[in-house]
């Protein structure tokens, strides 16, 4: 089992604008974003395996390297699609792509992950010892204010205690994390 950090603001505790796209349209984009990928030297699909090669209906794909214009040219200049793709540009996040098997559709949302992935993936002991380091308790599940997380990665006893438990490396991973959040009173550190 493990836990995941990551960085949530306000806006995702709102409704995420969706459209719904065409098999033909996905196909398009999954090849655009491998060829726009090898041309930045960056991955933009996650995940992006062999096995993937023909088409697959749950990815995420890193959009903010990406020129908005070349993106929505491929969805026929969809106002909806538009509108996922610069949400997710604006939030510094990625979107995601799954299919709604109730519905039989090919949804594109704007996904929880920032852009450079930088959320946490621990297996449960090292998260439990990192939160405990922090002095967050050891709650699988929870939130705190990012102020508060910064205020204790500033403190050399929290950095003392990371490294007794040997989790050190997962503190500079954290304030890596952390960094990205904006400077806005609504981001918190999330975890589950």
Sequence with gaps: ???TFRIATAADDEARPMAVIAARQLAAFRTFLRGEGE???AVLLDPDAPEDAFLSYRFEARVC???LASIARLFDYAADVITVVEEAQFRGRRVSVFRDEAAGTINLTVALTTD???E???ASNNAFALLESLG???ESVGETAIETIRERLASPAVR???AEQGVAHHIERLERLVAAAAPDESCRLEWA
Aim: hydrophobic share 60%; aromatic share 0%; charged share 15%.
């Design 136 to 138: 967050l308790g050891a």
């Design 120 to 122: 946490l993936d621990l």
């Design 65 to 67: 390297p990406l020129a």
């Design 39 to 41: 041309r930045i030297g």
């Design 1 to 3: 089992m493990s836990i």
């Design 160 to 162: 003392r205690h990371a």
């Design 116 to 118: 450079m992935a930088l």
